[in-house]
């Protein structure tokens, strides 16, 4: 979550003349009022979410409807938004202060909800509209603000919360309407410095189209994102002006604007599904000949009467030299005269063709540093991973069953369990799961924290949804030992086969429970199962027993403190596991401490993946002690953007002394040839797997025992000495735009060091456009 200054946000606001463009744009006419609201379960069931640590009486739902919004297209609905936001006494940017204890989701039925000053959205908040008949919100033609949905704030002068600290909020099933506003007054739709386990999923934008139109869609500074999907931007100066360290965009549709996208900086940034019609410039990579883009992955994606796909000012001399990296894999062009423009000459014509692959940047094949500059072989896609049309890869957003009648739906506290955090909801969570999952019925856990002492068991068929991320929480001597790890969820046992959709959840732990495998995903299951949103929280939440007075940074690793063995294990019988916006998190801070204090929790493993046929798009790992990822005997797996981060605290104790220590059993990394005095967890491994194709890498280690002067820009980054180890037995790896923080040693193939960070210097961190094996 560690946000590195990279540019003063006074460069970013939009302000540049507009470039001409052909097309108008498509309005959304006002008219229906929120009476006319379709069914929606979501909305029609009943609403018990408890969260035990706020004030008594305290609402997760809110229908902004109860707080005297109108949604009729005239009165004036900002403040009675803003109210159903604030409501419970939530803390806002102003206060700065993240929470565990407060979530909410606000609801709006169909409508149009006139609005003349920025909503406001808070830490811990869901903005979901109705997916049957998404509300749209209407900007008033004299709106003034950041963004008419205002993620972050501003406060004299700052972003109210650190951005890289900004987690847990969606906004979903909306229409932004800035069309009213002058296309001469500069506006936006949505501003979003974000970070991990947040989304933006299913929003339309419609803003200005015409040629000196100053709208943008969406406005991101900074941040250590996050994720978009199935999101369309009709109009604007930018479609979208962004720059954050990591992102992932799947199926953004961009139309009608001058720029479609303004990258502003990155470190990485990962587009799977990006769709651009008639703009005038597809992707412009701001920064000039001091470039401040690392890099971009563009893949399965159609761009369409557009002059310029890629606008780069990356030369095989442009500073800083391993910047402005671009892989380019399948994307059609329709009637784009010029692909990939650079500074002083076209580097890929375009025209109706095919991109089968075109990159720039430095590449390791497996060795290097090479230019590279045009082709290079792209993936031969495994037909398991492939879906949709042609060769695309198989993607599915994020089910909201939609048309689920709200009698197919059975509530988790309506079943037993209470969600109180101190009561064993085991036996009630399983009976209801068993009992759910073979009818189609969808099992919602209202908000609450779920306490278990053995595991839950989700059987093929299940359908799990969760109200604003409530959390399983593992407690007790099941999970205790860490010489016998026990799991919390499984999801399937081995031999199931089927489909399961888990969504909208966390999984943490209580205590001491140094053996839990938070969640273990067994399913041979059908193309489509997996999770979206689902997160691991380890600690630093309040009920965790694992905050700032159990487990400060001065404290030696307690056993109280050793909080999991594992956070994810994808096992050997799993076979098509799919993934988004999955993030799995050993806390570094305490999200309801007022500044957000460090802690020292103690995990051993991040995501163990084993199975076959495996897509992650959009997933982090943090702060475990041996590893981040590690794929042993995987096959076929495809994602992107994969983001790590080192614990803190090490090399005090690094990944060598515990307290969770590598166990052959687990075929762990045995950490033989790092500098001794500075092997911190890997970020990345690979051991005895095929066909691994990922999309944006980026490894992070910040610090050396919470100093951070080990990962200064232009420093000798040795926070430690490798990160990412390509052992034996592996074949056919492609990594795309890869980037590392902190780090001597890049790769090490067999042992052996194969890039150092020196050769390949980018915006902050050293990138590679592309690794292969
Ligand atoms: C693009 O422009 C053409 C002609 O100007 C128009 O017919 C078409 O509807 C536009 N497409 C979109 C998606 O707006
Ligand atoms: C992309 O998003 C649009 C709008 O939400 C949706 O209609 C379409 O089905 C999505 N396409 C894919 C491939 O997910
Ligand atoms: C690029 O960076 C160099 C070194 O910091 C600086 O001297 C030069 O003025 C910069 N060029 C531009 C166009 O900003
Ligand atoms: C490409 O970017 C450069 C530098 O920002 C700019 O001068 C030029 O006009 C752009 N060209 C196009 C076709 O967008
Ligand atoms: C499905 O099973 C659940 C849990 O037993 C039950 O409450 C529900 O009524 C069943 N639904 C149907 C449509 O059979
Ligand atoms: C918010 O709190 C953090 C941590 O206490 C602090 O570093 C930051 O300056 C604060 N920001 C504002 C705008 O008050
Ligand atoms: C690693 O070593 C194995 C066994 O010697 C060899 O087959 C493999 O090609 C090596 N990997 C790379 C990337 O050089
Ligand atoms: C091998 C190589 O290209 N090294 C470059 C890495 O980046 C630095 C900073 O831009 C350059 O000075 C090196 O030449």
Same mark, same amino acid.
């Given at each position: 979550?560690?946000? $590195? ?173 800035? !069309?009213?506003?002058?296309g001469t007054t500069a506006a936006t739709g949505? +501003? ?99 470039? !401040? ?48 423009? =650079?500074?002083?000459? !076209? ?100 908000? =609450? ?28 001597d099941a999970f205790s030992d860490a010489s016998?790890?026990?799991?919390? $969820? ?59 007075e159990q487990c400060p940074t001065s404290a ?32 570094? +801070? ?184």
């Amino acid at each position: 979550m560690r946000w $590195v200054s990279i540019l003063s946000t006074a460069l970013l606001v939009a302000g540049a003349s507009a470039v001409p463009h052909a097309g108008k744009h498509r309005r959304i006419s006002s008219s229906s009022a929120a009476s006319s609201d379709p069914s929606y379960w979501l909305a029609d069931i009943k609403h018990q979410g408890n969260a035990p640590a706020a004030a008594s009486g305290y609402k997760v739902f809110r229908n902004v409807l109860d707080y005297g919004a109108t949604g009729d297209g005239t009165t004036d609905d900002t403040e009675a938004i803003n109210k159903a936001i604030s409501d419970g006494d939530r803390t806002g940017p102003a206060a700065n202060q993240t929470t565990s204890t407060t979530p909410a989701i606000v609801y709006f039925p169909a409508g149009t909800y006139s609005v003349s000053a920025p909503i406001v959205d808070f830490y811990f908040t869901q903005l979901i509209g109705n997916p049957n008949s998404p509300a749209i919100l209407k900007a008033t033609s004299s709106f003034t603000g950041m963004g008419l949905i205002d993620g972050d704030e501003y406060e004299n002068g700052a972003e109210g919360w650190i951005s890289t600290n900004i987690f847990l909020r969606q906004v979903r099933n909306l229409v932004i309407d800035l !069309t009213a506003i002058p296309g001469t007054t500069a506006a936006t739709g949505i +501003h979003w410095p974000s970070s991990q386990a947040t989304s933006v999923e299913n929003v339309v934008i419609n803003v200005n189209a015409d040629a000196d139109s100053q709208h943008q869609g969406i406005f991101i500074e900074d941040g250590s994102g996050g994720w978009m999907s199935d999101v369309t931007v009709n109009g604007g100066l930018y479609g979208m002006n962004i720059g954050n360290q990591q992102f992932t965009y799947r199926n953004i549709t961009i139309n009608n604007a001058a720029t479609a996208i303004s990258q502003i900086w990155d470190w990485g940034w990962t587009y799977i599904g990006l769709n651009i019609q008639n703009c005038t410039t597809g992707i412009s990579l701001q920064g000039g000949v001091n470039q !401040t883009v690392g890099g971009l992955n563009v893949i399965d994606s159609t761009i369409s009467n557009t002059k310029t796909f890629v606008n780069t000012s990356w030369t095989d001399t442009a500073t800083p030299a391993s910047a402005g990296n671009l892989i380019l894999e399948n994307v059609v062009l329709d009637n784009v005269p010029t692909a990939v423009l =650079g500074p002083s000459t !076209t580097y890929l014509e375009g025209g109706s063709t095919t991109i089968a692959s075109f990159g720039q940047g430095h590449k390791y094949t497996p060795t290097g540093p090479d230019t590279l500059k045009g082709t290079f072989a792209p993936v031969a896609r495994p037909s398991g991973l492939v879906g949709g049309s042609g060769s695309n890869y198989f993607t599915k957003g994020k089910p909201q069953y939609a048309s689920t009648p709200v009698d197919s739906v059975v509530s988790i506290r309506d079943s037993g369990a209470k969600g109180d955090g101190t009561t064993d909801d085991t036996e009630a969570i399983n009976t209801a799961l068993k009992s759910a999952a073979g009818n189609g019925t969808i099992i919602f856990f209202d908000y =609450g924290i779920y306490k278990v002492t053995d595991t839950i068991y989700i059987p093929p068929g299940a359908k799990v949804v969760g109200e604003s991320y409530p959390i399983i929480a593992a407690s007790g001597d099941a999970f205790s030992d860490a010489s016998n790890p026990y799991p919390v $969820v499984q999801v399937g046992k081995s031999g199931d086969k089927g489909t399961i959709e888990w969504s909208d959840m966390r999984v943490g732990t209580i205590g001491g429970t140094a053996g839990a495998v938070l969640i273990e995903w067994n399913l041979n299951g059908e193309q489509g199962s997996g999770m979206w949103d689902v997160h691991t929280q380890i600690g630093g939440w309040t009920g965790s027993e694992l905050q700032v007075e159990q487990c400060p940074t001065s404290a030696s690793p307690a056993a109280k403190c050793q909080a999991a063995f594992m956070s994810l294990h994808i096992t050997k019988d799993a076979q098509n596991f799919y993934s988004e916006n999955d993030w799995f998190w050993t806390a570094d +801070h305490d999200v309801d401490d007022p500044t957000n204090t460090r802690v020292s929790i103690f995990t051993g493993r991040g995501v163990l993946v084993e199975g076959t046929n495996i897509a992650m798009w959009g997933t982090g790992s943090e702060h475990h002690g041996l590893y981040q990822f590690q794929f042993d005997g995987a096959t076929n797996v495809v994602g992107g953007y994969f983001q790590t981060e080192s614990p803190y605290y090490q090399p005090s104790p690094d990944a060598t002394s515990g307290p969770y220590t590598s166990d052959t059993k687990w075929n762990d990394p045995d950490f033989s040839t790092c500098l001794k005095g500075n092997c911190d967890a890997l970020g990345l491994r690979i051991v005895d797997s095929s066909s691994l194709s990922l999309y944006g890498v980026g490894l992070y280690s910040f610090f050396n025992d919470y100093d951070t002067s080990c990962s200064d820009l232009g420093g000798s980054a040795d926070c430690q000495s490798e990160v990412f180890r390509v052992d034996s037995g592996v074949s056919d790896l492609k990594v795309y735009g890869y980037n590392t923080v902190g780090v001597t040693n890049m790769i090490t193939v067999n042992g052996t060091s194969a890039a150092v960070y020196s050769d390949n210097l980018s915006v902050f961190p050293a990138s590679i456009a592309l690794f292969s094996t």
